[in-house]
Each structure stands twice: as structure tokens, then as C-alpha cells.
């Protein structure tokens, strides 16, 4: 458990500074020659997404509930959630990816999830008008995707 919320944890703060990288530890007297491909390619779509989402998931104070890595907490944590099975309160069991994020972000009475007090998200999405900001709404769920993946 604690190396899952250690990664995580880094994910975050890489994302969070934009510096993914570890240009600065091993690449003395020759800035570039040593860096892997992927650190100079340009990002790609899902990539900018990613990282649009890191800020947001901070800032519209997602992750005051979601990444409280705490057993039994208020909301499960981004940690363990994508590409985990979870038990709706309809009885359904559904894969989380990116699509089920987006569409809980969007249509969250319909979305929830066994177990959890509804009310904290419904209030939590209700100040933030989703329906008027789908790049938003795409940016965090690839986030959320990106992390969860990371999971073994
Ligand atoms: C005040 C606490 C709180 C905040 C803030 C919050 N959530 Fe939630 N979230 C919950 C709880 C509790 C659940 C489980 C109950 C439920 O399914 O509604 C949940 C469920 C979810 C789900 C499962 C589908 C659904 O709609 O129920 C997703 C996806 C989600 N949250 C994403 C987010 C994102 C992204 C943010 C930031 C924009 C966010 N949450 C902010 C508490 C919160």
C-alpha cells in the first residue's frame, strides 16, 4: 500500500512542476545526448491531457477527498480506483476507465458508487458546472485513468 501512495505521490508532484524528467542528475557536460527520446519528443494528445489534469485535480479540490489514502476513508482513493472493478448502488459491477469518470463527472446520480455517501461528490460537482467544461472534464479523467493504471 504505501509504495502505490509513494508513486502516486511523485506522479502527482512530477505533474504537478512539469518536470517528469531526470535531466538534471545524469547528463553532466552534455545536456541532451543522454536523454531518452521520449523526454524531447512533444507530448502527445492524451500526454497534455495528463498533465492538464494533474493541477485540476487539486484545484477543483478533488483531491481533498480522493487521494486521503486512508482505509474506510470518503471516497475511494485515485490510487486504487482505475482499472479496478467497483460495485455501483444499483448493483452493477463496473470497470473504472476513463470513460466511467467522465461520465461520473457528468452524470454523477447516476454513477454512484456502493458503500459511499453520494452527498460530498454531488455538492463537490455541483459548484463546478461540468456540463459547460468538457476539456476539463476529459483532462481529469485522464488523470485519474493515468494514476490508477499505475497500480500492479
Ligand atoms: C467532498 C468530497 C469529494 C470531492 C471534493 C470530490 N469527490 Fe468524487 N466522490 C466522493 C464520494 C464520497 C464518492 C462516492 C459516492 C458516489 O459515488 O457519489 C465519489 C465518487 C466519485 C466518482 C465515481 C463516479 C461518481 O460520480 O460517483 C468519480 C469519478 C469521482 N468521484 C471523481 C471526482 C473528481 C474528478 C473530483 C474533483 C472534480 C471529485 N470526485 C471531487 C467524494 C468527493
Known sequence: MSVTRGTLTVALL?????CGTSRSTSTAGSPTSSVPAYVTEPFTREQKLVERGAPL???DGCAACHLLARAGGVAPSFSSFAG?????RDGRSVLVN???VREGLLHPAANEL?????APMLAALARLHFARHPQQVAALAAFIE???AEEE
Open 14 to 18: 512530477l505533474a504537478l512542476c512539469g
Open 57 to 59: 485535480i487539486v484545484n
Open 84 to 88: 479496478h472493478r467497483v460495485r455501483l
Open 98 to 100: 476513463e470513460r466511467f
Open 114 to 118: 456502493r458503500g459511499y455517501d453520494p
Open 146 to 148: 493515468q494514476v490508477g
